[in-house]
């Protein structure tokens, strides 16, 4: 089945720097890989999601970038704030209805 | 509510007893997913309904993990003899068909 590797599993920045977290997956049918956030004491919630037909996908300060070849696929957060302290994970799929594998997120701390 | 509704938000249980968590998704979403995140780790999938299709129970640790889904909207995790391994949060998500899950609050379990 799918695995999926996700470093650093900690990362701190400093207010207004960049963050970068990286992910890998092994099976090459994935096609649909979506980033998710998770605050203290809350469930996951999206916050982008890129799909195999696309290198790179941006929205505001967020970008992801997928290397189908490599088989890995990053999260870019730029001008960090304070409000972006999370935990945050990256998934990958088949896409459709099938099981969605996590990996074991990376808890971002922004200081102020 | 608008949202992924799950109950009870906490339960705290004996060794070796039955527990049963409740999961209320988002009307008109056909597929529904329990993971487990215990302190500290990822996101483990544990099995997903798709509309009328049988289950994706692969992720279940072991037997006395079950789960059904009654008429293709309310979802009940029970775990049976619990363990105190089995301590963690329990989130469930219903996904749309675009493929974003949407999670609930969890339901954070305790086995003393």
């Known amino acids: 089945g799918e695995n999926v590797e996700q470093h650093p599993s900690t990362l701190s920045v400093q207010e207004g720097d960049s963050a970068v977290i990286k992910c890998t997956y092994s099976?090459?049918?994935?096609?649909?890989f979506p980033w998710y956030k998770q605050e203290l004491g809350k469930g996951p919630q999206l916050i982008i999601d890129i799909r195999s037909n696309v290198g790179e996908k941006k929205d505001q300060r967020i970008a992801v970038t997928l290397n189908k070849t490599a088989k890995h696929f990053s999260l870019h957060i730029t001008e960090t704030q304070p409000e972006d302290s999370a935990v945050y994970f990256c998934?990958?799929?088949?896409?459709?209805?099938?099981?969605?594998?996590f990996g074991i997120g990376t808890k971002l701390q922004v200081i102020p | 509510g608008a949202g992924v509704s799950q109950s009870p938000s906490n339960k705290v249980t004996e060794k070796g007893k039955d527990v049963e968590l409740r999961c209320d998704p988002i009307s008109g979403h056909t597929a529904l997913y329990w993971y487990r995140q215990s302190l500290g780790q990822g996101l483990e999938f544990l099995i997903y309904?798709?509309?009328?299709?049988?289950?994706?129970k692969s992720g279940l640790p072991s037997d006395r993990f079950s789960a059904e889904r009654t008429g293709g909207s309310v979802s009940t995790l029970t775990i049976q003899r619990t363990q105190q391994e089995d301590s963690a949060v329990y989130l469930c998500a219903s996904r749309t068909d675009t493929g974003e899950l949407f999670f609930g609050e969890g339901s954070r379990l305790t086995v003393l």
């Open positions: 099976d090459s049918a994935s096609n649909y």
């Open positions: 998934a990958a799929s088949k896409g459709g209805y099938q099981k969605v594998t």
């Open positions: 309904f798709q509309g009328n299709s049988a289950p994706d």
